[in-house]
């Protein structure tokens, strides 16, 4: 046996001790589902999968791996798109689960936050607001099943950006368990706290490099009293982003969500769930989903939402509308855009992109890119949607029609990747937007970071993980120590 594989064998013995038996899962069929991403795109091997109980099990755990030298993968829903949770294939590395951390520790409706456990799932969060006349703001596709922990580690996105922010605008505070396995207790439910650097900002989209998020203080808004959400078709992105502006001007801070879908997008849910039908009589190049959230009244947003769509419609920018009768109506428009990357998923493998650039340049990125693409792959098909308002695209290249979509992965990914990261950094964009770096963008990062943010980066990570140990190989190359 190696000196390796008995550091794994005594860390796992210790672990079974600290945690208990249940608690280490070792065999094949136990720890499948916690090897493979949720885009099956990786599949690593680990030496364990722990499951602790509480923040001081995690932080025992941590301190075993330091005294071992065993790394760590800290993991939550394992919704991940970038591979951030997944384990390599050596076999040496821990899964930490923080599912059964999974307990609401505290409600305040007057402090407006919540301060939950790391392994809590997103919609319980919901669910839990709303019991008590609140909201907590974030929502994404996979709120059903992805984790709070999750979210901050990635500084998830999603639908209501454009009005509350990203998973960092809504967190207070944390409860973190550092590499040397000590636990930093930052649950503090404060809107002003400037007492030195802001701990709380380097954990949160770290995804778990630098610590292990074990609990946090979310913040919690009034739970509006009405919605109206819409469907607008129009004629281009340029045309979408007037509409934008046309909306912000009229609705203010009650404009919640401004999504953006291409005509081919909403096409390919149509032919793959027959159910959801293209929802205009004819074509149009875009279509917009927009929601208001009114803390007034359901008159009060209707009128408002009425008065916005006059004025659009006579300024040419809307061709046409659908308004959500109910909430019925208005789950159903949602569905529409949330099912686009499972119509994706179902037409074949395609080239994704989740990116960011300033919202006034959308229009241009969206112009310019798709021409050379075009021009480089005739026949090729753009599937183009994404959160227009805070200027995020899922901006993605499926394969023309009657080409093999693994030949075609195979023949043109890199350069179609390299295409659309030349483009976004010359719009002065990010190459990932919300769903992190992962392992899965590492070298591009490396690539359009300037060498003093590299330094920067690496520097932190040196001084809050000098070994190494937490999740190596994410979000910077490995600088494992020898």
Known sequence: MTATNDRSKYFVEACIEAIGVANVLTDTHDTAPFLTDWRKRYRGETCAVLLPGDTEQVARVV????????????????TGHSGGATPDASGTQAVISLRRMNRIRGVDPINNTITVEAGVILADMQT???????????????E???????????????????????????????????????????????RKDNTGYDLRDLYIGAEGTLGIITAAVMKLHPAPVARVTALAALKSPHAALDFLATAQRYAGPLLTGFELMSDFALHLVSTHFPQMRYPFSEPHGQTVLLELSDN????????????????????????????????????????????IPLAQAQEGLNIKHDI???????????????ALIARAIPGVRMVTFGHLGDGNLHYNVQAPEGIDPKVFLAE???????????????????????????????????????????????????????????????????????
């Not at 839990?128 to 996979?142: G, M």
């Not at 922990?149 to 922010?165: F, M, P, W």
């Not at 960011?356 to 798709?370: C, H, L, N, R």
Request: with cysteine; glycine share 8%.
């Open 63 to 78: 301190r075993l791996a330091r005294e071992h030298r065993v790394p760590i993968v800290p993991q939550g829903g394992n």
């Open 144 to 190: 059903g099943s992805c984790t709070i922990g999750g979210n901050l580690s990635t500084n998830a996105g999603g639908t209501a950006v454009l009005r509350y922010g990203n998973t960092r605008e809504l967190c207070l505070g944390l409860e973190v368990v550092t590499p040397q396995g000590d636990i930093w207790n930052g649950l503090r439910g404060l």
């Open 296 to 339: 007034e009244s359901e008159a009060h947003g209707r009128a408002l939402f009425e008065r916005l769509m006059e004025h659009a419609m006579e300024q040419g920018l809307v061709k046409d509308a659908v308004v959500a009768e109910n909430l019925s109506q208005s789950r159903a428009f949602w569905n529409l855009r949330e099912h």
């Open 356 to 370: 960011s650039v300033p919202i006034s340049s959308i229009g241009d990125f969206i112009a310019e890119t798709d």
């Open 128 to 142: 839990r607001a709303e019991q008590e006349q609140r909201l907590f703001a974030l929502s994404l596709a996979a």
């Open 412 to 482: 043109h990914q890199a350069s179609v990747n390299s295409l659309v990261y030349e483009r976004v950094n010359a719009y002065h964009g990010s190459i990932s937007a919300e769903h992190g770096l992962g392992q899965l963008k590492v070298a591009e990062a490396m690539h359009f970071k300037s060498p003093v943010e590299i330094r920067l980066m690496r520097a932190i990570k040196t001084a809050l993980d000098p070994e190494n140990l937490m999740n190596p190989a994410k979000v910077l190359p490995d600088v494992r120590a020898s």
